[in-house]
């Protein structure tokens, strides 16, 4: 067996695994891997800030659906990417985050930037571990690619003391092959009874979240609603796992990214096939009536999943994918009955309870921006939001056909998600469209990492809704009867954020029409590609839009935005 440095042979494992792009930021107790990267097959880019590596690395397995990879060095290298790790272990994305760490013999002396990251990581990743042994390293990666990918997918962090890097140890790269990954299946008789319940109702729907997408079972969803003649609802996680243009689309049921029409419709349905969805509070809103008189079947990959936030009717451990094939398999040997009558009633809602996204009015209405990004980009866009105001009106009013095309920090919702994940999402499909859409002061979170999109030629463009107002925390401080630290408009332009751009070596520009937003998004497609640089569109939309919202999920309550 050759004897190699051990960190030649942790990369032979990265590039094995179909590792082909790393995001981190060298420093002193990294360096012997950094080494090792020199001269190889996978690029690396290096980021401004550690955070943004990760959320890089998270839209880059999004997008792809491998394993991303970000990496740091010591100390406040590693909490810095607890953010990320906890957006991924919420969003079950598949990542690996590398820390460097003091020599072993000095763990215990508070030595420069020694911390217990792997204590502190834990909560947040499926596994954390710090390497003591030379030896382990290459079976340490592999089981750490193993484990991200399996069951429930998401983080793992990797923490390597310096001496521990510097070692010689045996290898034979040409005889290794990464660790199989088990499918999990459904047990037949679960299946069966699946099929009994959804026969048996009358106005069924089935609810794809982020597993069918995390699952590649979008073809296998399609399928079995066609064959069902079942309405399918997304999850925001889910959302693009149906096409939304399919008669059989029923929207997005919630309290938040939501439509109205969706909303009737789920209330009216009497028994929900739920895929891969943890049934989120802001898609639940009030359990009592949410859960109602209809029954749930509820599928996930992660048994403990099952029950958590309520005890379904019908629980069956499964792939998604798996799931819909047995599905599939018991429908061939079963009569289904077509329900057309369920389904016109669908489209019937949808025709009478829309939301207006057509403004022509100013100040410039944030659905009228959507309606405009809804008719410029096509569908195999590659999409990107976080959190707030416009992340909702995201949810409410744009389109997604594509899986893995419509890609949002679900749970966790961090600030300054978008740009870095952008640019993950560019460099895991580089020949597509990338368009984030940002919040102006999300923007400000993650902005130096635009330099690492300049760096590196990474074009896409940002559309970013600005009301100079903490616009979801404005919101909701209304039933505080407050308005409170909320304004961050503090001169006639407050942050220029074109100006921002341009110190980048970027682009932008600023919109204050409605009649003004088609023609700035396509030059700012045409910018992004002429450039290839990030291209900002800032949209100066009104201070006083709320986006509809309740605290039920009741298409009664709900309200239009402001007119």
Not at 304 to 333: C, H, Y
Not at 524 to 540: D, G, N, Q, W, Y
Not at 547 to 558: K, N, P, S, T, W
Request: one cysteine or more.
């Amino acid at each position: 067996m050759p004897r190699i440095p051990a960190m030649q042979a942790v990369v032979d494992v990265l590039e094995s695994e179909g590792v082909d792009t790393v995001f981190g930021c060298p420093g002193a107790a990294i360096l012997p891997l950094y080494n090792a990267l020199q001269g190889r097959s996978i690029e690396h880019l290096i980021v401004r800030h550690e955070e943004g590596a990760t959320h890089m690395a998270d839209g880059w397995a999004r997008t792809n659906g491998n394993v991303g990879v970000a990496i740091g060095t010591s100390g406040p290298a590693g909490t810095n990417m607890i953010t990320g790790l906890y957006t991924a272990h919420a969003d079950s994305i598949p990542m690996i985050c590398i820390t460097g760490q003091a020599a072993t013999t000095k763990l215990h002396q508070e030595a420069f930037q020694a911390v217990d990251i792997v204590e502190i990581a834990k909560p947040v990743t499926k596994w954390a571990v710090q390497v003591k042994e030379a030896a382990q390293l290459p079976w340490i990666f592999r089981e750490a690619f193993r484990i991200a990918r399996s069951g429930r997918p998401g983080p793992v962090l990797i923490d390597l003391p310096i001496d521990v890097q510097k070692q010689d140890i045996e290898w034979d790269s040409s005889i290794d092959s990464p660790l199989p990954v088990t499918r999990v299946t459904p047990a037949p008789a679960r299946v069966e009874r699946a099929l009994d319940l959804l026969l048996a109702a009358e106005r069924p729907l089935i609810l794809a979240g982020g597993g069918v997408v995390l699952g590649e079972a979008s073809e296998q969803l399609r399928a079995a609603a066609e064959r069902l003649d079942v309405p399918v609802q997304v999850t925001l996680m889910g959302k693009g796992s149906f096409p939304e243009n399919h008669e059989l689309f029923a929207g997005m049921a919630g309290i938040q990214t939501s439509q109205r029409w969706a909303n009737a419709a789920f209330l009216e349905a009497d028994l929900v096939l739920a895929l891969g969805a943890r049934f989120g509070d802001r898609h639940t809103g009030e359990l009592s009536v949410y859960r109602g008189e209809r029954k749930f079947i509820h599928v996930d990959i992660e048994p403990t999943q099952l029950g958590k936030v309520f005890g379904p009717d019908l629980g069956i451990v499964s792939d998604t994918r798996e799931f819909l094939d047995a599905l599939l398999a018991a429908v061939d040997r079963r009569s289904a009955t077509p329900r057309r009558e369920w389904v016109a009633r669908i489209g019937e809602l949808k025709e009478a309870l829309p939301r207006r996204d057509d403004f022509d009015s100013l100040p410039i209405k944030a659905p009228r921006v959507f309606k405009e990004i809804n008719e410029t980009f096509g569908e195999d866009t590659y999409f990107v939001t976080a959190i707030g105001l416009y992340q909702i009106w995201s949810g409410q009013f744009q389109q997604a056909h594509k899986p893995r095309h419509y890609q949002v920090c679900g749970q966790a919702g961090p600030l300054g998600w978008e740009i870095p994940a952008a640019i993950g999402v560019k460099k895991a499909r580089p020949e597509a469209e990338v368009v984030g859409v940002v919040g102006d002061y999300s923007f400000q979170f993650l902005v130096e990492e635009l330099a690492v999109a300049a760096q590196y030629d990474v074009g896409f463009v940002l559309i970013m809704l600005n009301n100079e107002y903490l616009g979801l925390i404005r919101q909701a401080e209304t039933g505080y009867e407050m308005n409170f630290e909320v304004d961050i408009h503090y001169d006639a332009i407050g942050t220029d954020n074109v100006k921002i751009m341009e110190a980048y070596g970027c682009s932008g520009t600023r919109v204050h029409e409605p009649g003004e937003i088609r023609t700035s998004l396509e030059w700012a497609r045409k910018e992004a590609e002429r450039t290839s640089r990030p291209v900002l569109v800032e949209i100066m939309i009104e201070r006083e839009g709320n986006a509809a919202m309740g605290a039920a999920l009741d298409a009664v309550r709900e309200f239009e935005p402001a007119s």
